[in-house]
Nanobody, 120 residues
């Protein structure tokens, strides 16, 4: 019943910008921590940034100062503003959210992933 739908990925030149969105839908009682992960071919999935339910943020050192994570609780939507993109940012980006359904414990749900390619 819970789905995370990502959008905003695509092809961009080095130095360009993209804004990723992750919309949560379904029978949702609460959304706590939310985060963005990415995975490149041959590499482990890594945390890019996360934001807690209270608004505290954390960024991987490689993206700090370039990426901004935010959330719109009224829309159950997570965002990642990516500026100053580099070729090494190329990866599939995944949304992750800790979601509580009515009467059930919280669970971490994953989005389907969206491809970000940075190339000149």
């Amino acid at each position: 019943q819970v789905q995370l739908v990502e959008s905003g990925g695509g092809l961009v030149q080095p130095g360009g910008s993209l804004r990723l969105s992750c919309a949560s839908s379904g029978s949702i009682f609460s959304i706590d921590d939310m985060g963005w992960y990415r995975q490149s071919p041959g590499k482990q999935r890594e945390l890019v940034a996360f934001i807690t339910g209270s608004g505290n943020t954390h960024y991987a050192a490689s993206v700090k100062g370039r990426f901004t994570i935010s959330r719109d609780n009224a829309k159950n939507t997570l965002y990642l503003q990516m500026n100053g993109l580099k070729p090494e940012d190329t990866a599939v980006y995944y949304c992750n959210a800790e979601i509580g359904r009515p009467g059930l414990p919280t669970y971490y749900y994953w989005g389907q992933g969206t491809q970000v390619t940075v190339s000149s």
